[in-house]
């Protein structure tokens, strides 16, 4: 009979269950395999530190010119409706959603073109407040400001060879997610640009991965001490809440796991709620 431990049941739920805060070594998201169209690991996982698609149609685009005409055909692919333009006016933007700690490994792009110019999609980061607060004449200068700015992640762009096609480009090291600016993170937009007539996208791929939290310096249990098997993955628990530990400072890892246990990890982890 095999008696799973409480230090077993922590490798399994963080590497299972949630996503962690940024990792501190590189990890290359193309190593065993790249597109097309699968990199190693699981595609399409709700669970686990497999690859996932979060997939952005045409149709949740908006215009960045208001006064810009635009048809999306029966096969979902969008196209501008006007002559050449600068890119911003013949651009698309569209919110990226993803929870805090994931890991984005590529951006990819369903477009068609004509052979002369390139689709082109990118990924952006905006940074600061964009707040100036109210200053006093004649030094305004002396006043504190967090203005508003960006960070491009990735650029994609059609071969410029005429056809549909599905391109990609990748972020290697990950670039990991972190949604709120007060914790050094920002928000996520995608943005498509249309060069002319005739040019079209059907959708935006944002290929993401959930992380474990990189091991923190100092330990947390007296038990688990740094370098101890499964280390990080305990003090991911334990800093997400998941686990409070048997005493104040102990985890006892070896420890066998009664199902009242298991059910207070599980019901933590995945968040679970019922409407009595």
């Not at 980061?125 to 002396?142: A, D, V």
Request: glycine fraction near 12%; include cysteine; aromatic fraction near 12%.
């Amino acid at each position: 009979m095999t008696i799973v431990t409480l230090r077993g049941l922590a490798a399994i739920a963080a590497a299972s269950l949630f996503a962690g805060l940024p990792l501190a070594a590189a990890q290359d998201p193309a190593a065993g395999g790249s597109p097309p169209w699968r990199p190693a690991g699981a595609v399409g996982s709700d669970v686990g530190t497999g690859w996932n698609i979060l997939q952005i149609p045409s149709s949740a685009f908006a215009p960045l010119n208001a006064t810009m005409s635009y048809t999306i055909d029966h096969d979902g692919y969008l196209e501008y409706g006007g002559s050449a333009s600068p890119f911003l006016l013949n651009g698309f933007a569209a919110p990226v959603q993803l929870p805090s700690g994931a890991g984005i490994g590529y951006v990819g792009l369903y477009a068609r073109d004509i052979g002369t110019d390139t689709v082109v999609a990118i990924l952006r980061r905006h940074t600061g407040y964009g707040i100036e607060p109210q200053c006093p004449l004649p030094i305004p200068r002396l006043c504190p400001s967090n203005p508003p700015g960006h960070e491009d992640l990735a650029r994609v762009e059609s071969m410029g060879d005429g056809g549909y096609q599905y391109v990609y480009a990748t972020i290697s090291p990950l670039h990991t997610v972190v949604n709120h600016r007060l914790f050094g993170g920002g928000q996520y937009t995608v943005y498509v640009g249309l060069p002319q007539l005739f040019y079209r996208f059907k959708a935006v791929d944002i290929w993401w991965k959930r992380q474990i939290s990189p091991a923190p310096s100092t330990a947390r249990f007296t038990d688990v001490p740094l370098g101890a098997a499964f280390f990080a993955e305990v003090e991911a628990l334990a800093a997400s809440g998941i686990t409070v530990g048997c005493t104040a400072t102990e985890f006892c890892p070896e420890a066998p796991l009664t199902r009242r246990q298991m059910a207070a990890f599980l019901a933590r982890a995945l968040g679970l709620y019922y409407q009595y």
